[in-house]
């Protein structure tokens, strides 16, 4: 063969995966925060000058959105008899310079730098196809790679139909392969394909090729796990705890602290600065951002957040879409809605939720407090148990407080409304009008004490 030259990279995502027991595509279930299509999508991003083609079959509507904008072409193949049968929905060239690299969609764990080396490899193999194979610890349920006393690849044979000498053969593959396009062209011709009794596998395309005499050979993993695909709720669990290992081992080489890897889950579009502290049980997800020397403590879940360096965040809060200033400490148990931002040395305290709202620098919401669509200016204390009234039942209204101000425990605050500059509200109050600067905002029933009332009421 000569070297190649132009290539397709194809991507595998028509198969429904009924042994996951769900009826969503297996492709787009959550795998380490994203779904096994997305980190196959991301492997393939990285060779920007390969045409990519993306076939479907099983739930294709579902599938197809997620390929928007990914310069993916779609084609739809129904019904897909098995991933060899999947590939007769290719317009194949007949340059013998054209590879076609096939990438099953439920085939997650495939590193680029495995990949670039099978592209490297073809271009001086002089094999028809090249798989990526690995030695497996556990090879059930994965093709076996069948060898000659020499080495050379002489075909591979499936769980099912391996007989128990073959069954101990621990070199496997899962279905990433590269092949010549002309003479996978001709292999898929060779197929009747209106008497399949079962899917068609990479096991009868090898057999294929190797009856024309052509060769096969294979490419070694970077690392085992690799070639492992998805096929079972407990395969996708254990797929998601390798990436989320892998992330974890990225971070703490970078100087990231994190007490337990095994319970801190971090997405792999999270960023984390050095010097930072990962207590147990912490979730980070989406495109959270989080800065240097930052701790945060068990329980806490951030999604889509972003927290600049020093902030402590205490045991089971939740911030979602929100910002965290420097030094900023939240909790225990506070929520942080999207579309807030909390200032600099400023505190939330416990069970105390914000929602699109701006806390200043150095103010504190300590406990037992709403604060719904406000505007909190600098260092302004707000009182336990204290609301704003931000619902009207038809609209929402903002409630502004000046810096400086404070506002007295227990007090509603009923929007829209404006606490001025180093004003006061008397706890207790319910506030349905402004405060002017430097003024005192009360609004509550005169205190009467009747002496001799309980004793009265006892007799």
Known sequence: ??????????????????????????????LAGVSSLEWVLRTSDAFASARRIAILGYSAEDITPVLRDRRVEVMTLEPVLGPVHALTALDLSDAPDHTVVVLPADVPLLRRETLAALLAHRTTSTAALTMVSAVSERPYGLMRVLRSEAGEVIGLVGEKDASRQQRSIRECTSGVFACAAPVLRAALASFAWDTVERERTLVELVAALRRAGHDVDAISATVPHEIRGINSQTELAEASAIMRQTKCEELMSAGVTIIDPATTYVGPDVEVGHDTVLHPNVYLEGRTRVGSACEIHAGTRLVDATLEDHVVILNYCVVTDSTVRSRAQLGPFAHIRPGSDVGEDARVGNYVELKKTTLGKASKASHLTY?????????????????????????????????????????????????????????????????????????????????????????
Request: proline share 4%.
């Open 371 to 459: 604060l719904g669509d406000a505007t909190v200016g600098e260092d302004v204390n707000v009182g336990a148990g204290v609301i704003t009234c931000n619902y009207d039942g038809v609209n929402k209204h903002r409630t502004v407080i000046g810096d400086g101000a404070f506002v007295g425990s227990d007090s509603q605050l009923v929007a829209p409304v404006t606490i001025g500059r180093g004003a006061f509200v008397a706890a207790g109050s319910s506030i349905t009008r402004d405060v002017p600067d430097e003024g005192l905002g009360i609004a509550r029933s005169r205190q009467e004490n009747k002496d001799g009332w309980a004793r009265k009421r006892r007799q």
């Open 1 to 30: 063969m000569t070297p190649t030259t132009t290539m397709d990279l194809v991507i595998l995502a028509g198969g429904r995966g009924r042994r996951m027991g769900t009826l969503r595509p297996k492709v787009l279930l959550p």
